[in-house]
């Protein structure tokens, strides 16, 4: 019977998967995982699709915010840069989807280390501005740079195809969607356990303290700007092959503020919490909107409120969360964990 | 958790569709309005518009008696919750006919409306792109496309004041820049001087430098495209403030009551396109008709704009085309029936609120100019309806 | 180079720029006491605006009277959400005060809509609609009486807190709060109140600008670029944020005039972010803030 959970070195301390709970769970999930385009329809799928590319950009936020403790309110550009960089690679140098998807992640990647570069200079309400301010001036560039981003127009792109495969439907976009979250969400949690992992925590407990240890401030906070940006472009780049369009409003401040949603919600400083974050923020629209279809047959003077609610519930989330449940879904999630862990000695 | 949340709600979904999937094809009209946004104002009045089309067609026997079925969801005037929503709509209902929110979802949902859901489709848009059947022959407009209107404009103002210097006021969006190089060639060719290019964001705040560019460059004439009224009767206010002369004119999303209402007495200063008669015009047979309706359902509502009109002229045109396809062996459920059927529109009669309809090149190249009136603040018709070719 | 609209633009930089600097205002103000940045400001600026707007419509209240609703609903406003919302927020990390305002926002933001809907409304002509002439320098009525205003509210502010109990309390508050709570000043009302007066601070900036250029919900939006104005005043700084104002209101014109035909528009609106981030890479305190050194 178990009365507690007790490891013998650190080996299986630092295990992803520390108990039988955890790793049956998780193969049931992949399963599921596997399973479900098959039993899905167009539209769930393209949730589904949506939620993985969430999920990426999440996890990428909460490595730089959550792990390093560097505020950002500029992921929405990142994530532009990548749809950009994936977009014009396809369309203009003829590179196949498969390639421009690493170099539109190296792409941000630069562009995030080089936002990055006022973190060594200010850190928190600044910092945060700092990033705000670079969001706004990618957006300026998005529209205005029309040589490249055809401006507001925006670029088509033909769906990606490995020789006569074509991506070109939600369901076989599934499976390119699942390989990166997979590969994303496995790195990250790699990641967060390896040196660099640490030396970000260090940073976002004590910089101070970290610099004195030996932690190169310079090097790590610019990782983790560029490690963060990479994610996000991988998502751009992503989402972009997917809908097949690129536009400067996909990356709107509140694009920002609702990857900054999930990460708090979800749990900062935890790639599960990015996970719960990103599935918990983009289902909570969708279930809005089918509520409110319903409303709009059962009582039609409403059907104009329902998307500001949509707005208020959104708010509402992120403010009640913060407020009464800081570190996130996560939490809530641990807390279930342990309970199965112990039981029935779970007090 | 998430698991389970993705199992319940799968399960719902699923049987929904294979409910619906089991039903009889009525014929199907699936629509995203612009309910809530930047773009409310006209999809609550299309919404409303369409819902009146629906209902009055029903009341009359429906499509060769078989009744019209139509859903809508809100777009929010964003593209992806846009999207979002066609693709819920489509998958639960599979409508033959669909309507869009924006020129934006036009373009980005175009490709895949030829190749895979094959509907026939209009929106609240007047983008070229949408009126080209080589390219798309599912797509059309209700009306002239901001191309032609712009062409109305210029000949208008080069018949009033040949070689006059003209500025082009434009929003920082798809929907304001569409038709501004074709514009500028035009321009050219009616030997007319585009001296300024002023931009602004929707609901622009500090308009000054703007409007000073203008009185620098000795502007005539002003095309505003991209706005609905605001910062239209900002713009008009201060220049007049700055002691500017300028003759203001504008297309179609703006040529309505709201931007009269907002300039008062300066409503004389705007002439605008419009490609619809207005609600007020009750002498028109289709227009009473509309009147008859609205105060018989609706007594609250006072007034009915232009963009309930573009709405109410392309579900005309959805309730024809499946009329006609219903006819055709293969009925409205064959794609290319319904494609056929619209293109085959010619001197349809709409009770005035157009002339008659003739489909060119998947849009009504008709238009008409209106100036506003300071003391009855209502658009009066200074032309008779143009055809643009 | 045509001297007189070069000189109108700077008239009119400077006009607009009391107008950020009354926003700036509010910030600094909530910034001085709290420690918070209510990045809300554009939604209290909103409502506010369309709070007014009802008071002059439906209502059919003269300005006066309506003007005084605003303000009482603005210290409602403060004196209500800092005890909800921030209070349970002290000690909290950075980032989640940040998205705490950010979520506000978004409330506030739903809530306005949900109320008044997204047509966008004229307001009332409240102000008389004459320009004022300098010479050849026109100022615009809307523009002229938001500066009136603006220059108003500030002085107003600067005497409370040179010369009243309460604007001493505040200011000692902000200073030491340890001090200060030695020395009998209720720290709590003093955070109340500084939200309430960052809150007037923003409907008053609302009122003003929902008279220049109509109402809808958009337009809180400009609270963000105002962010360059403290920035580069300063975030705790009063003077700091009246200076920048014009600053940035002068350059901002500047940029739009000269530059907007360059780059095909726009370069107006994101002139305030630019300058922001010089200001952050050069002189992060901007030109009156207290500087904290931290070298590694």
Same mark, same amino acid.
């Given at each position: 019977?178990?009365?507690?959970?007790?490891?013998?070195?650190?080996?299986?301390?630092?295990?992803?998967?520390?108990?039988?709970?955890?790793?049956?769970?998780?193969?049931?999930?992949?399963?599921?995982?596997?399973?479900?385009?098959?039993?899905?329809?167009?539209?769930?799928?393209?949730?589904?699709?949506?939620?993985?590319?969430?999920?990426?950009?999440?996890?990428?936020?909460?490595?730089?915010?959550?792990?390093?403790?560097?505020?950002?309110?500029?992921?929405?550009?990142?994530?532009?840069?990548?749809?950009?960089?994936?977009?014009?690679?396809?369309?203009?140098?003829?590179?196949?989807?498969?390639?421009?998807?690493?170099?539109?992640?190296?792409?941000?990647?630069?562009?995030?280390?080089?936002?990055?570069?006022?973190?060594?200079?200010?850190?928190?309400?600044?910092?945060?501005?700092?990033?705000?301010?670079?969001?706004?001036?990618?957006?300026?560039?998005?529209?205005?740079?029309?040589?490249?981003?055809?401006?507001?127009?925006?670029?088509?792109?033909?769906?990606?195809?490995?020789?006569?495969?074509?991506?070109?439907?939600?369901?076989?976009?599934?499976?390119?969607?699942?390989?990166?979250?997979?590969?994303?969400?496995?790195?990250?949690?790699?990641?967060?356990?390896?040196?660099?992992?640490?030396?970000?925590?260090?940073?976002?407990?004590?910089?101070?303290?970290?610099?004195?240890?030996?932690?190169?401030?310079?090097?790590?906070?610019?990782?983790?700007?560029?490690?963060?940006?990479?994610?996000?472009?991988?998502?751009?780049?992503?989402?972009?092959?997917?809908?097949?369009?690129?536009?400067?409003?996909?990356?709107?401040?509140?694009?920002?503020?609702?990857?900054?949603?999930?990460?708090?919600?979800?749990?900062?400083?935890?790639?599960?919490?990015?996970?719960?974050?990103?599935?918990?923020?983009?289902?909570?629209?969708?279930?809005?909107?089918?509520?409110?279809?319903?409303?709009?047959?059962?009582?039609?003077?409403?059907?104009?409120?329902?998307?500001?609610?949509?707005?208020?519930?959104?708010?509402?989330?992120?403010?009640?969360?913060?407020?009464?449940?800081?570190?996130?879904?996560?939490?809530?999630?641990?807390?279930?964990?342990?309970?199965?862990?112990?039981?029935?000695?779970?007090? | 958790?998430?698991?389970?949340?993705?199992?319940?709600?799968?399960?719902?979904?699923?049987?929904?569709?294979?409910?619906?999937?089991?039903?009889?094809?009525?014929?199907?009209?699936?629509?995203?309005?612009?309910?809530?946004?930047?773009?409310?104002?006209?999809?609550?009045?299309?919404?409303?518009?369409?819902?009146?089309?629906?209902?009055?067609?029903?009341?009359?026997?429906?499509?060769?008696?078989?009744?019209?079925?139509?859903?809508?969801?809100?777009?929010?005037?964003?593209?992806?919750?846009?999207?979002?929503?066609?693709?819920?709509?489509?998958?639960?209902?599979?409508?033959?006919?669909?309507?869009?929110?924006?020129?934006?979802?036009?373009?980005?949902?175009?490709?895949?409306?030829?190749?895979?859901?094959?509907?026939?489709?209009?929106?609240?848009?007047?983008?070229?792109?949408?009126?080209?059947?080589?390219?798309?022959?599912?797509?059309?407009?209700?009306?002239?496309?901001? *191309? &032609?209107?712009?062409?109305? =404009? #210029?000949?208008?103002? !080069? %018949?009033?004041?040949?070689?006059?210097?003209?500025?082009? @006021?434009?929003?920082?969006?798809?929907?304001?820049?569409?038709?501004?190089?074709?514009?500028?060639?035009?321009?050219?060719?009616?030997?007319?001087?585009?001296?300024?290019?002023?931009?602004?964001?929707?609901?622009? *705040? &500090?308009?000054?430098?703007? =409007? #000073?560019?203008?009185? !620098? %460059?000795?502007?005539?004439?002003?095309?505003?495209?991209? @706005?609905?009224?605001?910062?239209?009767?900002?713009?008009?206010?201060?220049?007049?403030?700055?002691?500017?002369?300028?003759?203001?004119?504008?297309?179609?999303?703006?040529?309505?009551?709201?931007?009269?209402?907002?300039?008062?007495?300066?409503?004389?200063?705007?002439?605008?396109?419009?490609?619809?008669?207005?609600?007020?015009?009750?002498?028109?047979?289709?227009?009473?008709?509309?009147?008859?309706?609205?105060?018989?359902?609706?007594?609250?509502?006072?007034?009915?704009?232009?963009?309930?009109?573009?709405?109410?002229?392309?579900?005309?045109?959805?309730?024809?085309?499946?009329?006609?396809?219903?006819?055709?062996?293969?009925?409205?459920?064959?794609?290319?029936?319904?494609?056929?059927?619209?293109?085959?529109?010619?001197?349809?009669?709409?009770?005035?609120?157009?002339?008659?309809?003739?489909?060119?090149?998947?849009?009504?190249?008709?238009?008409?100019?209106?100036?506003?009136?300071?003391?009855?603040?209502?658009?009066?018709?200074?032309?008779?309806?143009?055809?643009?070719? | 180079?045509?001297?007189?609209?070069?000189?109108?633009?700077?008239?009119?930089?400077?006009?607009?720029?009391?107008?950020?600097?009354?926003?700036?205002?509010?910030?600094?103000?909530?910034?001085?006491?709290?420690?918070?940045?209510?990045?809300?400001?554009?939604?209290?600026?909103?409502?506010?605006?369309?709070?007014?707007?009802?008071?002059?419509?439906?209502?059919?209240?003269?300005?006066?009277?309506?003007?005084?609703?605003?303000?009482?609903?603005?210290?409602?406003?403060?004196?209500?959400?800092?005890?909800?919302?921030?209070?349970?927020?002290?000690?909290?990390?950075?980032?989640?005060?940040?998205?705490?305002?950010?979520?506000?926002?978004?409330?506030?933001?739903?809530?306005?809509?949900?109320?008044?809907?997204?047509?966008?409304?004229?307001?009332?002509?409240?102000?008389?609609?004459?320009?004022?002439?300098?010479?050849?320098?026109?100022?615009?009525?809307?523009?002229?009486?938001?500066?009136?205003?603006?220059?108003?509210?500030?002085?107003?502010?600067?005497?409370?807190?040179?010369?009243?109990?309460?604007?001493?309390?505040?200011?000692?508050?902000?200073?030491?709060?340890?001090?200060?709570?030695?020395?009998?000043?209720?720290?709590?009302?003093?955070?109340?109140?500084?939200?309430?007066?960052?809150?007037?601070?923003?409907?008053?900036?609302?009122?003003?600008?929902?008279?220049?250029?109509?109402?809808?919900?958009?337009?809180?939006?400009?609270?963000?670029?105002?962010?360059?104005?403290?920035?580069?005043?300063?975030?705790?700084?009063?003077?700091?944020?009246?200076?920048?104002?014009?600053?940035?209101?002068?350059?901002?014109?500047?940029?739009?005039?000269?530059?907007?035909?360059?780059?095909?528009?726009?370069?107006?609106?994101?002139?305030?972010?630019?300058?922001?981030?010089?200001?952050?890479?050069?002189?992060?305190?901007?030109?009156?803030?207290?500087?904290?050194?931290?070298?590694?």
């Amino acid at each position: 019977m178990r009365s507690g959970d007790f490891k013998e070195n650190y080996i299986s301390d630092e295990a992803i998967f520390p108990s039988l709970f955890a790793r049956f769970w998780v193969a049931a999930l992949l399963v599921f995982l596997l399973v479900f385009p098959f039993i899905a329809n167009n539209h769930l799928l393209y949730i589904a699709n949506m939620i993985g590319f969430a999920v990426i950009g999440a996890v990428g936020l909460n490595l730089l915010t959550g792990f390093t403790g560097q505020i950002s309110l500029g992921h929405a550009a990142f994530i532009g840069v990548g749809a950009y960089t994936s977009a014009i690679l396809v369309t203009r140098y003829g590179f196949s989807f498969w390639l421009s998807i690493p170099l539109a992640g190296m792409a941000s990647a630069l562009a995030g280390a080089l936002i990055g570069i006022p973190s060594l200079r200010v850190k928190g309400l600044y910092l945060c501005i700092a990033t705000l301010a670079s969001q706004f001036i990618f957006g300026f560039i998005f529209v205005h740079w029309e040589s490249m981003t055809k401006g507001i127009t925006g670029i088509h792109i033909p769906p990606p195809a490995i020789g006569a495969l074509h991506f070109d439907n939600e369901r076989k976009f599934y499976w390119i969607t699942l390989f990166f979250v997979l590969l994303g969400v496995g790195y990250a949690r790699n990641l967060i356990r390896s040196k660099m992992g640490r030396a970000f925590m260090a940073v976002r407990d004590r910089d101070l303290a970290a610099e004195i240890m030996g932690i190169n401030l310079f090097r790590y906070k610019l990782s983790a700007f560029a490690i963060s940006s990479f994610y996000a472009g991988v998502t751009g780049a992503l989402l972009v092959n997917f809908l097949k369009v690129v536009v400067p409003e996909q990356f709107s401040f509140m694009v920002c503020i609702e990857y900054l949603a999930m990460v708090i919600v979800g749990g900062l400083g935890s790639v599960i919490g990015s996970v719960f974050g990103a599935v918990f923020m983009t289902l909570v629209p969708e279930v809005l909107s089918v509520l409110s279809d319903i409303v709009k047959e059962a009582a039609p003077e409403m059907a104009s409120l329902i998307v500001p609610f949509k707005q208020v519930v959104f708010g509402f989330l992120i403010v009640s969360f913060l407020i009464f449940e800081p570190r996130g879904l996560v939490e809530i999630w641990n807390r279930i964990k342990k309970f199965f862990l112990l039981w029935p000695f779970s007090y | 958790m998430k698991k389970t949340v993705f199992c319940v709600i799968s399960v719902f979904l699923f049987l929904g569709i294979m409910g619906v999937a089991i039903a009889e094809q009525l014929p199907t009209i699936c629509a995203v309005h612009p309910y809530t946004g930047r773009f409310a104002f006209a999809g609550i009045e299309g919404a409303a518009a369409m819902q009146d089309v629906v209902d009055m067609t029903n009341e009359a026997g429906g499509i060769n008696g078989k009744k019209l079925q139509y859903f809508w969801a809100d777009g929010e005037y964003k593209d992806d919750v846009g999207i979002a929503a066609f693709k819920r709509l489509y998958a639960q209902h599979k409508p033959q006919i669909t309507f869009g929110q924006s020129t934006g979802m036009t373009k980005a949902l175009g490709p895949e409306i030829k190749d895979r859901y094959k509907t026939l489709y209009s929106a609240y848009t007047f983008a070229e792109e949408a009126a080209n059947p080589k390219v798309n022959p599912y797509l059309f407009l209700p009306g002239p496309t901001y *191309v &032609d209107q712009f062409g109305v =404009i #210029l000949k208008y103002i !080069a %018949k009033e004041k040949p070689g006059a210097n003209l500025a082009f @006021f434009y929003s920082d969006t798809e929907f304001g820049r569409e038709p501004i190089a074709a514009g500028r060639e035009m321009a050219k060719k009616l030997g007319l001087k585009v001296v300024a290019e002023e931009i602004s964001q929707v609901g622009g *705040v &500090d308009l000054a430098t703007q =409007i #000073l560019d203008m009185k !620098a %460059k000795k502007v005539e004439y002003c095309i505003f495209q991209g @706005f609905v009224s605001n910062p239209i009767a900002s713009v008009v206010k201060q220049s007049k403030d700055y002691g500017m002369n300028i003759k203001f004119m504008g297309t179609f999303w703006s040529t309505e009551q709201q931007l009269l209402n907002e300039l008062g007495p300066l409503a004389g200063e705007y002439t605008g396109v419009s490609a619809y008669s207005f609600y007020y015009q009750n002498d028109l047979p289709e227009i009473k008709k509309i009147q008859a309706w609205t105060k018989n359902k609706f007594p609250k509502v006072q007034y009915r704009s232009q963009s309930y009109m573009a709405v109410y002229m392309s579900t005309l045109l959805f309730v024809e085309s499946f009329k006609r396809a219903d006819k055709m062996p293969g009925g409205f459920n064959k794609p290319e029936n319904l494609v056929k059927a619209f293109q085959s529109i010619k001197n349809f009669d709409v009770g005035g609120l157009m002339p008659p309809v003739t489909i060119n090149d998947n849009s009504i190249p008709v238009g008409r100019v209106y100036r506003g009136n300071p003391s009855t603040l209502k658009f009066d018709p200074i032309s008779d309806w143009v055809r643009l070719e | 180079m045509d001297f007189s609209i070069l000189l109108q633009i700077v008239v009119v930089g400077i006009a607009a720029g009391g107008v950020y600097g009354l926003i700036a205002l509010g910030f600094v103000l909530i910034y001085k006491a709290t420690s918070i940045l209510n990045l809300a400001m554009g939604e209290f600026m909103t409502l506010g605006a369309f709070v007014c707007f009802t008071a002059l419509t439906s209502l059919h209240l003269p300005f006066y009277i309506a003007f005084i609703i605003t303000l009482a609903f603005a210290v409602l406003l403060g004196v209500i959400i800092e005890p909800l919302i921030l209070r349970p927020m002290i000690g909290e990390p950075v980032i989640s005060v940040v998205m705490v305002t950010i979520g506000l926002g978004v409330i506030l933001k739903g809530l306005t809509y949900m109320i008044w809907g997204p047509v966008y409304r004229a307001f009332p002509p409240i102000f008389p609609p004459k320009p004022l002439l300098l010479g050849p320098i026109v100022v615009p009525s809307g523009l002229l009486w938001g500066f009136l205003f603006a220059i108003a509210t500030m002085a107003v502010f600067i005497m409370i807190f040179k010369f009243s109990r309460t604007g001493v309390a505040m200011r000692a508050a902000a200073f030491d709060q340890q001090a200060a709570l030695s020395m009998g000043v209720s720290v709590r009302k003093v955070f109340a109140l500084s939200w309430s007066f960052g809150a007037i601070a923003a409907v008053i900036s609302g009122v003003v600008i929902g008279n220049m250029s109509g109402l809808n919900i958009y337009m809180g939006d400009i609270g963000l670029a105002v962010l360059s104005v403290i920035i580069l005043g300063g975030l705790d700084s009063i003077g700091g944020a009246i200076l920048g104002g014009f600053i940035v209101g002068i350059l901002q014109n500047l940029t739009g005039f000269y530059i907007d035909p360059l780059v095909g528009g726009g370069a107006k609106d994101i002139a305030p972010y630019v300058i922001l981030l010089l200001i952050i890479m050069i002189r992060p305190y901007g030109l009156f803030g207290k500087v904290t050194i931290e070298r590694v």
